[in-house]
Nanobody, 125 residues
């Protein structure tokens, strides 16, 4: 069973930056991709970005494209999300998760398993 632990969240002013990390441990490192989701209070969990674990192909939600950058350290089994030009609407709990199969563009949360516990990101105006 894979364990995922997110870190790097915090409080930042609008226009600022944060870098989230997601460290994977345990057995079964055979996923196709990893992704970041977020959930704001009273809202459903929504897709933010995904990366193919071996090839490094990336896919972003329209709302974060151009501001967020997903990357991974293959050897360290760590996923990152660089978030720049943050907006108050980006305030949410951010989760990382693994995805067993393609396509990368299938961004439904139901296609992901092995979720982390989440890290809070708060952007003040």
């Amino acid at each position: 069973q894979v364990q995922l632990v997110e870190s790097g969240g915090g409080l930042v002013q609008a226009g600022g930056s944060l870098r989230l990390s997601c460290a994977a441990s345990g057995g079964g490192f055979n996923w196709y991709a990893m992704g970041w989701f977020r959930q704001a209070p009273g809202k459903e969990r929504e897709f933010a970005a995904a990366i193919s674990w071996i090839s490094g192909w990336t896919y972003y939600a329209d709302g974060v494209k151009g501001r967020f950058t997903i990357s991974r350290d293959y050897a360290m089994k760590t996923l990152y999300l660089q978030m720049d030009n943050l907006k108050p609407d980006d305030t949410a709990v951010y989760y990382c998760a693994t995805k067993r199969s393609s396509p990368l563009t299938d961004s439904s949360a139901a296609e992901y398993d092995n979720w982390g516990q989440g890290t809070q990101v708060t952007v003040s105006s």
